[in-house]
């Protein structure tokens, strides 16, 4: 961090909320509840409420520890330079307390209500994406998104843990799928904001070893993602619902993938590919973890039998 941004006015609510990130953390609950709902026994709906209540808290905690380290970088960046801290419309003390209290409260309370292997879990979720990502892996390594992606694929495993009370191998695969879309997901979005990275000195993949590079390692990992997809339904950890809808899924995001992959530099498109599979890989996470819902719910129906 560099010099301190002096707010010119007070912050309210918004400011705070916005300190959270909403956008992500919506999509935090959502695959917090859906690794809940397809875990093998079912949670009592008040302590299943408490639980994604505390991933959502916990998340945003998170959020607004990044945003408070990284106000200056912020400042600095077109996409991000209306965020409260970066604005001037909040005091980086505040953010800081705001996300200690956030986190600190989030993990008591999912010891005290669910248990503390959940707990846990969240925490190590937590201290992952606010100092393992944001402090020491962002700013040295244009692996930082690849390494920094397992912060994001903790809401599944916490909510079949909090569910279960246990880790098993089906809540580690769903861990991995956010594990392998987080880098074509989020190279994607670097590769057409990449001159904003590059002015802060983050060295994003497509600032250090270039736009061709990037686009290869791309489809490299959407070529990963799709078998590793099929994982769950190939050991009978689900069925052809969610199987069915993976592959379909799978094969259309590899399509966008390779359309990126294999895009040459410079060429002219209006709607470039990169935005499309951005668009596409954040409509293929919520659906495919809405097929595993639903293939849970077929199942205990007998539907399918």
Known sequence: MSQTIQPTMPADWRDFYALT???????????????????????????GFTAILCIAVGAGGAAALNQWWEADIDAGMKRTAKRPLPAGRMDRTSARDFGVALSVGSVLVMGLAIHWLAAAL???????YAWFYT????PRTPQNIVIGGGAGAFPPLIGWVAATGHV???????????FFWTPPHFWALALFVQ??????????????????????????????????????????????????????????????AARVG?????????????????????????AL???????????VQGWLA
């Open 262 to 286: 294999l895009r040459r530099t410079g060429e002219n498109d209006a709607m470039k590919p990169e935005k499309r599979l951005f668009a596409f890989s954040i409509l293929y996470l919520f």
């Open 195 to 256: 001159t904003d990275y590059a002015k802060v000195g983050i060295p994003m993949m497509p600032v250090v070893a270039g736009e061709a590079s990037t686009r290869r390692q791309i489809l490299i990992y959407a070529i990963v993602l799709l078998p590793l997809a099929l994982t769950p339904w190939l050991i009978g950890g689900t069925g052809a619902v969610y199987g069915v809808s993976a592959l379909v899924l799978g094969t259309a995001f590899l399509i966008f």
């Open 122 to 128: 969240l925490a190590l979720s937590i201290v992952y």
């Open 21 to 47: 990130k909403p956008r992500v953390m919506s999509l935090v609950i959502f695959t917090g509840l859906c690794g809940m709902l397809a875990a093998p026994v079912s949670i009592h709906p008040v302590l």
């Open 168 to 178: 098993t191998l089906m809540p580690v695969l769903l861990f991995l799928i956010i």
């Open 135 to 138: 402090v020491w892996l962002k």
């Open 289 to 299: 973890f809405a097929m595993l819902v639903a293939d849970r719910f077929a199942s």
